[in-house]
């Protein structure tokens, strides 16, 4: 089994920054791919970034030139840097980590922009 713990959510006015991460745990080998979605009430869930283990990254188009993520492979950790946020970024934010032929999910963390 994996665990995966988020953080970093919260509150931050338009224009501000956010950093939220990632840790896996557990019985992990090795991880291929480290994502970050995200959902609105009501709202399909998206992928915002994702990372696979030799590096490559691919984001959103709404997201780019805005939003960083990176992964830390020794600790299994993943971060996602969040800069210039804006209302529209309010949503549950999900960590995903696919290991082992498996995909697994983090409880998630609000973010939430005011307008």
């Known amino acids: 089994q994996v665990q995966l713990v988020e953080s970093g959510g919260g509150l931050v006015q338009a224009g501000g920054s956010l950093r939220l991460s990632c840790a896996a745990s557990?019985?992990?080998?090795?991880?291929?791919?480290m994502a970050w979605w995200r959902q609105g009430s009501g709202k399909q869930r998206e992928l915002v970034a994702g990372?696979?283990?030799?590096?490559?990254?691919n984001y959103a188009d709404s997201v780019k030139g805005r939003f960083t993520i990176s992964r830390d492979n020794a600790k299994n950790l993943a971060t996602l840097q969040m800069n210039s946020l804006k209302p529209e970024d309010t949503d549950v934010y999900y960590c995903?980590?696919?290991?082992?032929?498996?995909?697994?999910w983090g409880q998630g963390t609000q973010v939430t922009v005011p307008s």
């Open positions: 995903a980590v696919t290991t082992s032929g498996r995909i697994y």
């Open positions: 557990g019985t992990i080998r090795s991880i291929n791919a």
């Open positions: 990372i696979l283990a030799g590096g490559r990254t």
